[in-house]
């Protein structure tokens, strides 16, 4: 072995120093090398002898015995006159196989977590079982990666890893290293220079600041089999959907996923959610990003626990009928030095073009979404969290700022595209595949957009030229909503389009209404302080958006704290005002959210025919001098929709039950008993045609004797009014229950006159009886 060679494998600098150390057999000799820098004695022990090796270079010991095959062995190493036994790294095989390198070189490497990253892994030997991590990150650029971390000192010289032919993958296999070690990858790139990076593939890290990657291996066993196995087989689309959006940091400060499991759990069943949309809980170093600035997206952020203490929070939340929502984020990421940014000395996981890499607004990278490589990382991070933590959707941030070239930039910024458009085509690509790959592999699950434009087919399937989302957030409706309820009542008559708009374009997508954490931070003020006039009308006004939202046609997204008109907007640094929600006047809002959620669950017609116009009739629609809107919510009485399937690749739908035993649950304690879930009614519930009709009155004033339509005659139940006193309203309501007359009215057969509350919300439904 030359010198030059030797000398580099000593530095820790050669780009395959398991070509030197280790075992190798050539000419019937067995030569054993091993790096082991000041030591006083190196021998290496098989199971019938100890051979003592012999000094060679700086550190490099060796010796030789005659052999056609190489013996298991171990390096017994003296310090200080004190001999130990121990593993040598580089007498392992690689632990990726072809079939795994060839998939991540063709971008199709649907389990990429299970291979890159760090791996516990445990080998038989003769001389007893061997256990340790396995190391593997994909550099293609790099001269040299070594491994560093709390087991060596921070000293990655004596592990330095192999690069597996042209893939760009290195790898290596360190005995003795496991779960709650710290690491990082030491990476010297094409310019020579050093780098300290997180692992990209980390599916834990240190509590920020601290940046490293920590090594980590789930026993978690789900108690959530019934709830899986139900989700498969259902659409969630067609079902019934109220989400709470949560920041987990500041809903109650202080709280680990466990806590979360016991109080975010109580209460979003109390009060009748569906789901919950978590803001992003992938690690981020800035809590002041509230999770949108991603350094590690394959790791639950430890600011909260460990990733199976996350796994506890959504079984729990799956136990108690609730489903999870996480916010996802590759329209960009961080320019942080430890992570993702220039990762190999180059623009690897960022598109190199200086007018599509950076995302100016935000100040951050761009991911090259026309790369393999980094599209496999992004694709495989959807079915990572949808199969490892049993997420039952992922709501896309930013789809907008992916699909236009120009977003945000002014003439002169942005290239057209190979077609001269301004559409990034790469990047519309990727989301069909993602959206594709995920509704094929997991059954039951939403992929959700924020997109903010008049894109097409954003939730059309992707053999129709569409994106392949199953929702979109619909922001037309959020702004104009918002915008007329910041009229003062007596202006609104003047506004009273913004209102109706939306029902011109209600069923051109799949829309999720949404009152998000956007909509409540940086000076925009509460949904109360949004309200116009004196406390009551405020409150008032609050329950009438929230019983507006809950009957327009869409699925619903509300964010926390809004559901008990808390007065202060949002900051991620300070609790909900917890003490504010139990005063009277506000925890009379509460409860008519959590009325809300009762009718919503109770009435088909709420959500059956969400996206169809046969789920909604004007019964009033141009009556602006009033204030007012009327209409009916509808259902058919078909049976809901079966699990939307991409199972061609391509996004298309089919009509049929999907399964996917990876995703079974498992029995909890052991002993076959069922989980104890306080399931609340699935979507299944209130088969058959159903129809609810709904007043929303604006005007600051009450209106008697107002007359509104109906299909039919007979009895009607006032199941909701936002104006009841137990919500903090003047009471002004229809005594529970009206009689429709055969008397014509707006192209209805029967007729009502109602007592309709000031800002406040009727919902009247057939009386059951």
């Known amino acids: 072995m030359d010198a030059a060679t030797l000398a580099a494998v000593a530095r820790g600098e050669h780009h395959s120093p398991h070509d030197v150390l280790g075992a190798h057999v050539a000419d019937e000799v067995v030569t054993f090398r091993s790096l082991r820098r000041f030591a006083e004695q190196v021998r290496i022990v098989t199971d019938t002898q100890y051979l003592e090796a012999s000094h060679e270079q700086d550190g490099i010991w060796v010796a030789t015995m005659p052999g056609a095959h190489v013996p298991d062995y171990r390096v017994e190493v003296t310090y200080d006159r004190r001999a130990s036994v121990v593993d040598d790294p580089y007498r392992f095989w690689p632990t990726l196989g072809e079939v795994d390198l060839h998939l991540i070189g063709e971008g199709r490497h649907e389990r990429l977590w299970q291979v890159l990253g760090a791996h516990v892994r445990t080998f038989p030997s003769e001389l007893g079982t061997v256990r340790g991590t396995s190391f593997a990150v994909w550099a293609p650029n790099a001269q040299t990666v070594r491994v560093v971390g709390d087991f060596n000192n921070w000293d990655g010289t004596a592990h330095a890893m192999r690069v597996l032919g042209g893939t760009g993958v290195w790898e290596l296999f360190i005995p003795g290293v496991g779960v709650n070690n710290t690491y990082k990858f030491e990476i010297r790139g094409s310019d020579g220079t050093w780098k300290s990076k997180a692992d990209p593939m980390a599916r834990a890290t240190e509590h920020p600041p601290a940046t490293g990657s920590v090594v980590t291996d789930s026993h978690y066993v789900w108690g959530d089999g019934d709830w899986m196995s139900e989700r498969a087989q259902q659409d969630p689309h067609t079902g019934p959907f109220s989400a709470y959006e949560v920041h987990l940091g500041s809903w109650r400060p202080g709280l680990g996923y466990r806590e979360l499991a016991e109080e975010l759990v109580e209460y979003v069943a109390w009060m009748g959610f569906t789901h919950v949309e978590l803001m992003p809980v992938a690690e981020h170093p800035f809590g002041g990003s509230w999770g949108y600035q991603v350094t590690s997206y394959y790791a639950p952020s430890s600011r909260?626990?460990?990733?199976?203490?996350?796994?506890?929070?959504?079984?729990?939340?799956?136990?108690?009928?609730?489903?999870?929502?996480?916010?996802?984020?590759?329209?960009?990421?961080?320019?942080?030095?430890?992570?993702?940014?220039?990762?190999?000395?180059?623009?690897?996981?960022?598109?190199p073009d200086p007018m599509r890499g950076e995302q100016m607004d935000w100040g951050t990278y761009v991911f090259n979404f026309g790369r393999n490589e980094v599209r496999n990382f992004l694709v495989a991070n959807v079915l990572y969290w949808l199969r490892e933590f049993h997420i039952d959707g992922l709501r896309v941030d930013a789809v907008a700022s992916m699909l236009y070239l120009d977003y945000s930039r002014k003439p002169g910024q942005w290239r057209p595209n190979v077609r001269g458009?301004?559409?990034?085509?790469?990047?519309?690509?990727?989301?069909?595949?993602?959206?594709?790959?995920?509704?094929?592999?997991?059954?039951?699950?939403?992929?959700?957009?924020?997109?903010?434009?008049?894109?097409?087919?954003?939730?059309?399937?992707?053999?129709?030229?569409?994106?392949?989302?199953?929702?979109?957030?619909?922001?037309?409706?959020?702004?104009?909503?918002?915008?007329?309820?910041?009229?003062?009542?007596?202006?609104?008559?003047?506004?009273?389009?913004?209102?109706?708009?939306?029902?011109?374009?209600?069923?051109?997508?799949?829309?999720?209404?949404?009152?998000?954490?956007?909509?409540?931070?940086?000076?925009?003020?509460?949904?109360?302080?949004?309200?116009?006039?004196?406390?009551?009308?405020?409150?008032?006004?609050?329950?009438?958006?929230?019983?507006?939202?809950?009957?327009?046609?869409?699925?619903?997204?509300?964010?926390?704290?809004?559901?008990?008109?808390?007065?202060?907007?949002?900051?991620?640094?300070?609790?909900?005002?917890?003490?504010?929600?139990?005063?009277?006047?506000?925890?009379?809002?509460?409860?008519?959210?959590?009325?809300?959620?009762?009718?919503?669950?109770?009435?088909?017609?709420?959500?059956?025919?969400?996206?169809?116009h046969a789920g909604f009739e004007w019964l009033e629609a141009n009556d602006g001098d009033h204030n007012v809107l009327a209409y009916l919510r509808k259902s058919s009485a078909a049976e809901p929709g079966r699990v939307r399937d991409a199972s061609d690749g391509a996004g298309n739908t089919s009509d049929r039950v999907g399964t996917d035993p990876d995703r079974a649950g498992h029995d909890p304690d052991g002993a076959g008993n069922a989980p104890d879930r306080a399931r609340a009614d699935s979507h299944m519930a209130g088969i058959g045609s159903d129809v609810v009709a709904v007043v929303v009155n604006f005007a600051g004033t009450p209106h008697e004797n107002y007359r509104v339509g109906l299909p039919h005659g007979g009895a009607w139940d006032e199941v909701f009014n936002s104006d009841a006193t137990e919500y903090g309203g003047s009471g002004v309501g229809n005594l529970g229950q009206v009689r429709a007359e055969e008397v014509p009215w707006r192209g209805q057969r029967y007729s009502v006159a109602l007592r309709v509350p000031p800002l406040g919300a009727v919902f009247l439904a057939p009386a059951r009886d």
């Open 304 to 351: 909260f626990g460990s990733p199976d203490e996350f796994r506890y929070l959504v079984d729990a939340l799956h136990r108690a009928g609730i489903g999870v929502i996480v916010d996802w984020v590759p329209a960009h990421f961080p320019k942080d030095d430890f992570a993702l940014a220039r990762f190999d000395g180059t623009a690897l996981y960022e598109d």
């Open 421 to 612: 458009g301004r559409e990034n085509l790469e990047a519309i690509q990727f989301l069909q595949e993602a959206n594709a790959t995920a509704y094929r592999t997991s059954p039951g699950i939403m992929m959700i957009a924020e997109e903010s434009t008049a894109w097409p087919g954003v939730t059309s399937p992707t053999e129709a030229g569409g994106l392949g989302f199953g929702l979109k957030w619909n922001m037309g409706w959020m702004n104009d909503t918002l915008r007329y309820l910041a009229e003062e009542p007596v202006n609104r008559r003047y506004h009273h389009g913004e209102l109706t708009f939306s029902l011109v374009y209600a069923f051109s997508e799949q829309f999720v209404l949404p009152l998000s954490h956007d909509e409540v931070v940086h000076g925009k003020g509460s949904l109360l302080r949004k309200m116009p006039g004196d406390r009551w009308q405020q409150l008032a006004g609050v329950r009438a958006l929230l019983a507006y939202q809950w009957s327009h046609p869409g699925k619903k997204l509300l964010f926390m704290g809004s559901e008990f008109a808390q007065e202060a907007e949002w900051s991620e640094s300070a609790s909900l005002d917890w003490a504010q929600g139990d005063s009277p006047e506000h925890s009379g809002v509460r409860l008519a959210m959590k009325r809300l959620n009762e009718v919503y669950r109770e009435h088909r017609a709420l959500w059956a025919e969400d996206f169809s």
